[in-house]
């Protein structure tokens, strides 16, 4: 028996009176027969949410009253292989109703699907909904969605899957064809994320780009503006505005030296020029004076908050030896472990909870009250060299303080000696100085301007590098995944399919000549889509009435032909919900028909352990098959 084969062994309902009902089914094919209305479907309805179903009963959408408070659990016996495990559903009982029993422990139907495909040997992946480049969540591959493949539900008869998504149908047949693992790889998992990544940076340079040059614009030159925002065009434009400013000083001094010859006497410049250097040399000195004397400030506040910490942890050591003394009395009354009295030791050199031998007594004692003396003695003497420290410190913020004051007064005196010079220049050279000012002014904005789109540029640059690791990682990777895609053969995975319909309908016309007048089925399956065509038409715009019927029972066949072929994953059962009538003609007329290519099938030595289970109405005289009756028929009332 194939590990991968999955089979319903029993299937029960247990009614809120505490009775149950119940089916048995074997290995082989399966016939559930009864008149219309006896429960068939209801019972499949039943199974189907034992197989993960996240509904809160399943009977919740049925249109008879009162069906979901008849039965409050249900159970079905697997098979999988050699090993036999009874799941279980109680939809009435609190805490259990989002939860599937397996051999009693509970799981969630989630938990219990990714139980199911392990056991099952079907590897559980991840899939494109639409295109991979979306960046759309890959949704997981789903046992309920292999489900509707495998189980045909009476309602779900005008479609290869009725209501079921094209990705999620293609993805579902290349899981059974063995392909999904190799489609839906880590490694095209990981390109497509890595792709993605790149695809949002280079939008994000993009646009970085263009905004940058949007806003960049104003300050280039006009002869740099048709060429954009980049390296070299800011260089050129922070090259042209250090001329500028470099022209706009020399000016500067220019006009100030020609107002000084003219406004002051010969005998007055060189002490002019001499208190300009001094002026020069003040306005270092209070630079460094202000600059030591914060850093002395500094410094005394940090030790001053050093002091207050060894104030406060000397404050808690005499608080812990004042504990100390308190408590050094109390015994222990109680077990640490199980908190029942001590009862006293008879050996009074031993310890009476551990009873090891107990150390002389001036140890003991002595102990912690040395190691807290210890601690004492060293925090006070850290507090008093803090002390001594602050001292030294409050002499040095003094001192700076005052050197920083005598270097104000000399900057002050040099300013009042030179206020009549500049009064004197000003009147004759104050329009062209604010107006070398003004233009200076401009030229440092500009500067600064440059400077922040210099720096906006090392971000591109950053995202340029970023693309590129990324494409390096990209490159390998892709020619992995090409290359492993080059390797599947969709041609001869699709033929397996197609063999298996084309042979149900093969074994139809061996039962009832010109049964399938149309040609064979072709099956197409490529990475991304699947097509079944009759001839060259789709199959649904080529077949109508019953020939759809037959298309549909050849899909399953087809499907149920793959389970013992080596590397694919088809789990050897088909349940099948024969519709009572099928495009206004009975069914009943072809039950034996449609299903003995099936038992035949089943019967092969290859197929042991599989399994179907078709409703119907009679199957009579069909040999082969094991028969599940349902007789009451269910009246609404």
Known sequence: MSASFLSIRTLERRLATGNVESLTFKPGVNVFVGRPNTGKTKWLQTLDFLLGDTGANPYEQSNEEGLAAKYDAAAATLCIADETFR?????????????????????????????????????????????????????????????????????????????????????????????????????????????????????????????????????????????????????????????????????????????????????????????????????????????????????????????????????????????????????????????????????????????????????????????????????????????????????????????????????????????????????????????????????????????????????????????QALEDEINPLQEKVDEANRSVDFNAAAQKLEDGMNAYLAALNAQRPETWKHSPVEVDISRSTNSFRVGRKRWQSALGGTDSLYFLMAYQYGLLSLSPVPGMHYPGLSIIDVPGEFSGEEVKDSENFIVQPFIDLLAEEAFEGAQLIITGASFEGLKGVHVQKQTHVHVAR
């Open 87 to 467: 799941i279980e559903r109680r939809w009435r009982e609190t805490g259990a109703k989002g939860k599937v029993f397996v051999d009693d422990e509970g799981m969630l139907v989630r938990d219990f699907q990714h139980w199911l495909m392990e056991k099952l040997g079907i590897p559980l992946l991840n899939f494109p909904r639409g295109n991979p480049m979306s960046g759309q969540t890959w949704p997981e591959l789903s046992f309920r969605t292999l489900l509707r493949h495998i189980f045909r539900q009476q309602r779900f008869w005008s479609g290869l899957v009725d209501q079921q998504a094209d990705t999620e149908q293609h993805a579902s047949l290349l899981l059974f064809l063995g392909l999904a693992e190799r489609i839906y790889s880590e490694d095209y998992g990981k390109l497509v994320n890595l792709k993605l990544k790149s695809m949002r940076l280079r939008a994000r340079r993009e646009q970085y780009s263009e905004t940058l040059n949007d806003l960049a614009s104003g300050l280039l030159d006009s002869e740099d503006a048709p060429l954009g925002v980049n390296e070299a065009t800011v260089t050129a434009a922070m090259k042209r505005l250090r001329d500028t400013v470099e022209r706009l000083h020399t000016r500067r001094g220019e006009v100030l030296a020609a107002a000084s010859n003219i406004s002051l006497p010969a005998s007055d410049r060189s002490r002019v020029t001499e208190l300009g250097h001094a002026r020069a040399a003040a306005l270092e000195e209070v630079t460094a004076a202000r600059q030591k004397r914060q850093g002395a400030e500094d410094r005394l506040a940090e030790v001053r908050r050093y002091r207050a910490d060894l104030a406060a942890e000397i404050e808690r050591m005499g608080r812990v030896a004042d504990a100390s003394q308190l408590l050094a009395d109390l015994k222990v009354t109680h077990c640490p472990a199980c908190d029942q009295g001590i009862i006293p030791y008879l050996k009074p050199d031993h310890c009476f909870v551990c009873h090891q031998h107990l150390p002389e007594e001036p140890e003991i004692s002595g102990l912690g009250e040395v190691r807290l003396r210890f601690e004492q003695d060293r925090l006070n003497a850290e507090l008093l060299e803090a002390e001594e420290l602050i001292s030294v410190l409050e002499r040095d913020v003094d001192k700076q303080t005052e050197a920083s004051r005598a270097a104000d007064e000399k900057l002050r005196t040099i300013e009042v000696e030179l206020a009549p010079a500049r009064r004197a220049v000003a009147a004759v050279a104050q329009a062209d100085v604010s107006a070398i000012d003004v233009a200076l002014g401009k030229a440092a904005e500009r500067q600064r301007q440059m400077d922040r789109v210099a720096a906006a540029l090392e971000l591109g640059k950053s995202l340029t590098e970023q693309v």
